[in-house]
């Protein structure tokens, strides 16, 4: 099978609400793969297996570059929006915000 067929089936299946393991069983597939093609067509997981909804994480990202062209540390980014720090990095790169310098105390 063709790669963009089975990237098609695991997104008509991703729709119907089939879980990750089931079309990983049943196309043969891997779960990075999977959420590959969730992450490219921006599929939402079925109600009820979300932590988050995608209009919330919209927000809560938002807030995030916002605090980050602010200046703010990943650490405090994490702390206060519950994101990971790969995820702030992502948006980092994402954006072009350019990592602050650090402060050169005075030892």
């Keep these: 099978m063709k790669t963009q067929a089975v990237d098609d089936q695991i997104a008509a ?16 597939v891997g779960y990075r793969r999977i959420q590959r093609v969730r992450t490219e067509r921006r599929i939402p997981h079925a109600p009820g297996r979300a932590k988050r909804t995608r ?5 809560i990202d938002a807030q ?34 350019r990592v602050p310098a650090r402060d050169q105390g005075s030892s």
Aim: charged share 20%; aromatic share 0%; glycine share 4%.
């Design 55 to 59: 209009a919330e994480l919209d927000v």
């Design 13 to 28: 299946m991703l729709k119907a609400g089939a879980t990750v393991q089931t079309i990983a069983q049943r196309l043969n």
């Design 64 to 97: 995030a570059v916002a605090i980050l062209r602010e200046g703010a540390s990943h650490r405090v980014i994490c702390s206060t929006l519950r994101l990971s720090p790969n995820h702030i990095s992502l948006l980092r790169k994402e954006h072009k915000i």
